[in-house]
């Protein structure tokens, strides 16, 4: 592949943008009105293109329709105090990527090809990336097996896709939760620190009963004991006990989430105590019982800080405090919101400026 540093762009003829209304949009509503598409075969990339966003044309026995070679990324684009737009964090978003392919066995789309792929395409779609508040461009770069054979084999064959789309941010109002100790959402040894879809797809049905029950999602536990808690729903799972901010560890069951290390890292730039540490279901009751618990929340690109009001444990409904500006959750996510924004200064050059 030979990436010209101008990548063949064909531009649409109608943009949708008018369609738009930031006021009642939903995550997930709207697709901008371009996509990149860059093809591999015979064991190489070939030359990206940019198009208008448009359905794809696939063999029904495209390997990914049906033993789940799929992996994509969740990011986003801001709009900064100086008209510029911000990507955040290509590089380490990048690295995910990469990790995902490799454990999914898929081809590794070249870093060129990702990162000048993102630049151009959200370039060219700028007008799309929202003026508003707490509001991004939410970008999905993906890859799916294309190789149209129904054997079980790994893919020969790829099709790597960046998409984007406005979103506000998701989850502000705080949810209930339910501790989840007879399904798991990932194994160790298994996947679950891959963006594969598959793990996705196996969290849907669990989620479902404890929706059935009241809840919103689930806290997922290891798969060994159901003891520790792993995940809340698709996102990091935090918390703050006695002023100190508790995660779980990383893991090969637990995903490297890009907004959970930004705001571990502002943590510690501002002298706020952080612990990685695994939590037991049982250290949650007690932190609840001794009223130390001050906030649990998912963390994620989508929703940044999605509170948590109410966890369901051991038989029990506990009640978080109400979440409002004084949380040091909120705080930190206020910072990070202004880092990205060009309202406070990126020392950790985390910032992409187009
Ligand atoms: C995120 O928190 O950004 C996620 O990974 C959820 C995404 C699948 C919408």
Not at 73 to 97: L, P, V, W
Not at 234 to 243: E, K, L, T, Y
Not at 308 to 328: A, M, Q, R, S, T
């Amino acid at each position: 592949m030979e990436l010209t540093t101008k990548i063949p762009t064909r531009r649409t003829s109608q943009s949708k943008i008018k369609e738009v209304n930031s006021s009642t949009l939903k995550f997930g509503d709207f697709v901008s009105d371009h996509m990149l598409i860059c093809d591999y075969k015979n064991g190489e990339w070939m030359q990206p293109h940019i198009m208008p966003f448009a359905n794809l044309s696939l063999s029904p026995a495209a390997l990914a329709l049906h033993y789940g070679q799929t992996v994509f990324e969740g990011m986003k684009a801001f709009y900064m105090t100086n008209s510029k737009i911000n990507i955040f964090r290509i590089a380490k978003h990048y690295d995910r990527f990469v990790k995902s392919l490799d454990r999914m066995a898929m081809a590794i789309v070249p870093e060129e090809i990702f990162t000048e792929g993102l630049r151009q395409l959200i370039d060219l779609d700028r007008a799309w990336v929202p003026k508003e508040k707490d509001h991004a461009l939410y970008i999905r770069p993906f890859v799916i097996a294309t190789e149209s054979r129904f054997g079980v084999k790994i893919s020969e064959e790829y099709r790597f896709i960046i998409f984007t789309g406005p979103v506000p941010i998701a989850y502000t109002r705080p949810i209930k939760v339910k501790v989840e100790t007879k399904y798991v959402r990932a194994a160790k040894g298994g996947t679950g620190f891959a963006k594969c879809g598959g793990n996705y797809g196996g969290s849907y049905y669990p989620t479902q009963l404890a929706r059935k029950e009241g809840y919103d999602q689930v806290l997922w536990t290891d798969s060994k004991e159901n003891k520790y808690i792993e995940e809340s729903g698709m996102m990091n799972a935090m918390f703050v006990v006695d002023g100190t901010i508790v995660t779980p560890p990383l893991s090969d069951s637990i995903l490297d989430g890009i907004t959970r290390d930004s705001l571990l890292t502002l943590a510690r730039d501002n002298g706020i105590p952080v612990s990685e540490r695994p939590v037991s279901i049982d250290d949650l009751e007690t932190a609840f019982r001794n009223q130390t618990i001050t906030e649990a929340a998912g963390i994620g690109t989508a929703a940044v800080v999605a509170p948590i009001g109410i966890i369901h444990l051991n038989e029990i409904d506990f009640h978080l405090p109400e979440y409002g500006p004084e949380n040091v959750l909120y705080k930190l996510k206020q910072q990070l919101e202004s880092i990205r924004t060009g309202h406070l200064a990126d020392v950790h050059e985390w910032n992409c400026i187009i």
